[in-house]
């Protein structure tokens, strides 16, 4: 019996990968062939891009004032607070920023993506879009996920910059440190394979969170129910990947650029 | 859209051949079949009414005569082409041809009432002027003109119905698919729009398959014709009806009836008359 469920759960596993895989590589593909729906990859810009700002500069400006404060004291047992800035510009470019730009914007909208396609699934929309002759991969799925890339890279700048911001703010304000100081820090040791690292990760972790977002939006089954089931299992999902796939990513640069 | 463009229209003589048919079709998901060696056609000029209870396989079958789904078994012929291999890239530009009306509806809830009747037209980047001519044209025939500005959710069923037919009509198809067109609502709104249905056949004679539960909208699309003088759906002499109206019946699956009204009343297959009675 027990054997039973451990076999019927793995080759659901297997095949959920299979279907993801070709669903993933399909949505990658229809970028390279016409028709592409260019107003939807705007809109989705917006939606994605510009929706997400606010939580990305709260989030930013928190986690960045957060490592301020607790390497602060650490840093002081060894003399070195004037390291802060190098410390907090480090872990924000090259970790946290992406990583957190990556799990928030999963968050709001890889959930909002599972859903919305879902609930047309449910309700047929998506059969309705087939039956007039649009290819709902071409149109719903594309544009979501190369908008995710696109505006995931800017966000994690901008978390970046919140995060060197309210680390910087904590320092001069909390820590009573000198911000000349903290930001010369923050700039001087920074070297451009760190700011490369830190903008690579992005281009994956948008692909990850949207396509997952898109799959499982798409493959909803069971009515409304079945709607709530994809939203949650594609925010689980997504964040859980971003995070596994960034460790791999992150040996993945450190061969390619051993001085990092 | 009162009268027809005859130069724009298909070629709907019955010499054509059929405009769908299905051959020995059987398609199962996860357990017993869903429809077993279905096999039928539609002719040119045609309305085939699919009669049978709930669950029976109905929506899915009709589903497979678009494409949408695809069968297990046997072959589906549509404009002559057969489509159960058909890569989805060319079914799209077959689906274009057809006009598909959902059980719900099915529009689009973040798009006016005018983008989602003109959502084919869109796509297929006819200009706005011309769009908007041809989505009041529509709209006027399923007299909801006034809901031009409107989203789906400030729509009645009935009226989401109706923009769905609308939608369905506005690019002259050449085959029309009616899932449950009238399920779910009202015996007043459900006459509305066997109405317009019994109106397309008689106007347009865009050959069909329409599904339904309904006994009652079934025999009333068979015994009223359209009377383009008077502007309404009038009933056909008594004893009579329409010669191009005919009845498929599905019991669990298989395809048990296949025939005239005359044929369905008088039939002996006991699930037939029990669905009848």
Request: negative net charge; proline residues 5%; charged residues 20%.
């Amino acid at each position: 019996m027990a054997l039973d469920t451990i076999d019927r759960t793995a080759k659901s596993l297997v095949l959920t990968v299979q279907d993801y895989s070709w669903f993933a590589y399909r949505a990658f593909m229809n970028l390279w062939r016409p028709p592409l729906y260019w107003p939807e990859f705007l809109v989705q810009a917006d939606i994605i891009g510009v929706g997400s700002l606010s939580i990305v500069i709260l989030a930013g400006l928190s986690t960045g004032g957060v490592l301020a404060l607790q390497s602060a004291a650490t840093l002081a047992a060894f003399g070195a607070t004037a390291v802060t800035g190098q410390f907090v510009s480090m872990t924000m470019i090259r970790e946290l920023g992406p990583v957190l730009t990556g799990v928030m914007v999963s968050g709001r909208n890889a959930s909002s993506m599972a859903s919305e396609l879902g609930s047309m699934v449910v309700t047929e929309q998506i059969d309705a879009m087939r039956a007039l002759g649009v290819d709902p991969m071409r149109k719903l799925v594309t544009p979501r996920i190369f908008s995710s890339i696109a505006m995931l890279f800017f966000l994690t700048i901008v978390a970046d910059a919140c995060g060197i911001a309210g680390g910087g703010a904590v320092t001069v304000f909390m820590n009573h440190q000198n911000g000349t100081q903290y930001f010369a820090m923050a700039w001087e040791h920074l070297r451009y394979p760190d700011i490369l690292q830190g903008l690579i990760k992005p281009l994956f972790f948008g692909y990850i969170l949207s396509s997952i977002g898109c799959f499982y939006g798409m493959r909803t089954t069971g009515g409304t129910q079945g709607v709530g089931r994809a939203t949650i299992q594609a925010v689980v999902a997504a964040s859980v990947i971003i995070i596994f796939v960034d460790f791999f990513i992150t040996q993945i640069l450190l061969v390619l650029f051993p001085a990092l | 859209m009162n009268e027809p463009a005859n130069t724009m229209l298909p070629d709907r003589s019955p010499a054509a051949g059929p405009v769908l048919a299905f051959c020995g079709v059987s398609l199962a998901f996860s357990g017993p079949p869903v429809l077993e060696d279905v096999t039928f056609s539609v002719a040119a000029g045609e309305t085939r009414i699919l009669l049978g209870p709930a669950g029976v396989g109905k929506s899915v079958l009709l589903k497979l005569a678009n494409g949408l789904l695809r069968p297990d078994e046997g072959s589906i012929l549509l404009f002559g082409e057969e489509i159960s291999h058909m890569p989805e890239e060319q079914l799209f530009a077959q689906r274009t041809r057809t006009g598909m009306v959902f059980q719900e509806g099915a529009l689009f809830d973040s798009l006016r009432v005018r983008d989602n009747v003109a959502y084919q037209l869109i796509q297929e980047r006819v200009p706005d002027e011309e769009i908007d001519s041809r989505v009041r044209e529509a709209l006027r025939f399923v007299e909801l003109e006034e809901t031009f500005n409107l989203l789906p959710a400030s729509l009645s069923g009935g009226m989401k119905r109706r923009v769905a037919i609308a939608r369905a009509l506005i690019n002259q198809p050449e085959l029309l698919l009616y899932d449950s067109p009238t399920g779910g609502l009202d015996p007043v709104t459900s006459t509305t729009i066997i109405e317009l249905i019994v109106k397309e056949r008689d106007v347009y004679r865009t050959p069909s398959l329409l599904v339904t539960h309904r006994l009652q909208d079934a025999f009333t699309l068979c015994t009223h014709h359209f009377d383009t003088e008077l502007g309404r759906m009038v009933p056909l002499p008594k004893g009579e009806t329409d010669p191009n109206t005919t009845f498929l019946m599905l019991e669990e699956g298989k395809l048990i009836f296949d025939g005239s009204l005359h044929e369905l009343i008088r039939s002996q297959d006991p699930f037939v008359r029990e669905f009848l009675e």
